[in-house]
């Protein structure tokens, strides 16, 4: 029987912690939520405790349990020893802290707090290098580029990040002048939290990450490009240097980066996942 991964999810509440219960909830038998974390939605926290039943639980700015689950600090909850996988989904510079406590303990950290990398990729992979741990992506380009690059990390001429370019892809100079944050956050292919669909629109998202990518993957900035893809389809690729060219392709729905990551090395069959039509 295969063991049960048990889990830490910090930054439960938002849409990348909600789509990972989405994915522990389609588990049951091989996932266990040891620690939820979360920021401002306490009624949202709670009900996760009532689900899920973590044996620890963090709400910033209080210090007291919550449904029978027990209070911890972050930096105590990940180091704890039953921990097998944090997965890191804070927005913004609140993962910074986190992030470099879990990469010194030695976590594996499924990563989608791109921002912890853009302010200290070199401090984070060097605590990563140190204490043994690893850096899983839970970015949907990332995960690609990391998924393409099995066994051929040496013959990498570059790699190809895609964007869709956002609501504002075809508005003219006139158009953009005019627009208000209510479309912006309406994102023609992704299901994200507000931030990131704000920098989505701006483009401003696709330059984080590019950062990231050049920390993930050891790559040098002149060899990272970006290519605008509205179908979202592509997720990145990698072109190697005989000129083939990887790419990794899905429905773009964040659940599946988030299962590759939290199943890694194995790929688990979820009916609940929706498939590629390639006839339409």
Not at 61 to 66: A, C, E, T
Not at 205 to 217: D, P, S, T, W, Y
Not at 235 to 256: N, T
């Amino acid at each position: 029987m295969a063991s049960i991964k048990q889990i830490a999810l910090i930054g439960s509440t938002g849409s990348i912690g909600r789509q990972t219960l989405e994915i522990v909830r389609s588990f049951p038998e091989r996932f266990r939520i040891i620690a939820l974390a979360a920021g401002k939605n306490t009624v949202l926290l709670e009900e996760q405790v009532r689900e899920f039943h973590p044996k620890y639980v963090y709400f910033q700015g209080h210090k007291h349990d919550i449904n029978g689950s027990n209070y911890l600090s972050l930096e105590e909850m990940l180091t704890l020893p039953e921990i097998d996988t944090v997965l890191m989904a804070p927005a913004g510079i609140t993962g910074l802290k986190p992030t470099l406590w879990a990469a010194k303990a030695g976590k594996k950290i499924a990563l989608a707090n791109k921002e912890s990398l853009v302010m200290a990729g070199d401090i984070i992979t060097s605590a990563i290098r140190k204490s043994k741990g690893r850096i899983l992506p839970v970015d949907s380009e990332h995960s690609a580029i990391w998924q393409c690059l099995k066994g051929e990390r040496k013959a990498i001429a570059r790699l190809i990040l895609t964007a869709s370019g956002g609501p504002f892809a075809k508005y003219t100079k006139e158009q953009l002048a005019r627009v208000t944050p209510e479309q912006a956050l309406r994102h023609p292919s992704w299901l994200m939290g507000p931030k990131v669909t704000i920098d989505s629109a701006t483009l401003l998202n696709k330059g984080l990450e590019i950062i990231e990518a050049h920390h993930l993957f050891g790559v040098s900035y002149n060899k990272i490009k970006v290519l605008v893809h509205p179908p979202s389809v592509v997720h990145s690729m990698v072109e190697f240097k005989d000129g083939s060219i990887k790419a990794q392709l899905s429905y773009p729905d964040m659940r599946f980066p988030i299962q590759y990551a939290l199943t890694y090395p194995e790929r688990w069959t979820n009916p609940k996942l929706p498939r590629l039509d390639w006839k339409s």
